[in-house]
């Protein structure tokens, strides 16, 4: 299995702060790295796929960057509704796996 | 496209149990549609899809032997099923529509399965 780690495991920002969480996975994958959001009680959100590409109804101040094994998401300008833990997920083979996600609080 | 999942069970070590997961707006036959682990406060873990079409089925090796996935297109349903709970399967189990079969686009809000004596 391709194992996903991502960094850090929790940061700590404030409103209009730029955040940067990365994801490095074990094996090149190409672009194949997709990232969720999660909100505590939610279910995940996909927000960026083919590791830099916005899906449908995404905001612009996300987004995402990296190819073969180092990757990142960028919060540019965070809002009060972007609180929640992130996860990358790669889909370049089965079995699926995701990392162990990044919680970003106030 | 939406997902709606059924509600929450509480069983006991050694029983079965049967979740579902009935989606809309969207060709159900089409697209892959899977299931996804969230223990208590823990990450995501990817248990397998399932191609409602041919009812083609990948499983992840973490849960082969241990679950069934299934689905029925004459209600745009899909299933995930033991035969024989543990108290390790107390989890909350999220569907989620696969754009293809390694990429869950759309999201069902989460069933929590509880297995306690």
């Known amino acids: 299995d391709i194992q996903l780690t991502q960094s850090p495991s929790s940061l700590s920002a404030s409103l209009g702060d730029r955040v940067t969480i990365t994801c490095r996975a074990s094996?090149?994958?190409?672009?194949?790295l997709n990232w969720h959001q999660q909100k505590p009680g939610k279910a995940p959100r996909l927000l960026i796929h083919a590791a830099s590409l916005l899906y449908t109804g995404v905001p612009s101040r996300f987004s995402g960057s990296g190819s073969g094994t180092d990757f990142t998401l960028t919060i540019s300008g965070l809002q009060s509704e972007d609180f929640a833990t992130y996860f990358c997920q790669q889909s370049a083979s089965s079995p699926v796996t995701f990392g162990q996600g990044t919680k970003v609080d106030i | 496209v939406q997902l709606v999942q059924s509600g929450a069970e509480v069983k006991e070590p050694g029983e079965s149990l049967k979740i579902s997961c009935k989606a809309s707006?969207?060709?159900?036959?089409?697209?892959?549609i899977g299931w996804v682990r969230q223990m208590p406060g823990k990450g995501l873990e990817w248990m397998g899809v399932?191609?409602?079409?041919?009812?083609?089925?990948r499983y992840s090796p973490s849960f082969q032997g241990h679950v069934t996935i299934s689905a029925d297109t004459s209600s745009s349903t899909t299933f995930l099923q033991w035969t024989s709970l543990r108290a390790s399967d107390s989890a909350t189990y999220f569907c989620?529509?696969?754009?293809?079969?390694?990429?869950?686009?759309?999201w069902g809000q989460g069933s929590l399965v509880a297995v306690t004596s």
């Open positions: 399932i191609f409602p079409g041919d009812s083609e089925t």
């Open positions: 989620a529509r696969h754009k293809h079969s390694t990429l869950p686009d759309y």
């Open positions: 094996l090149p994958i190409n672009n194949l």
């Open positions: 707006g969207y060709t159900f036959r089409t697209y892959w």
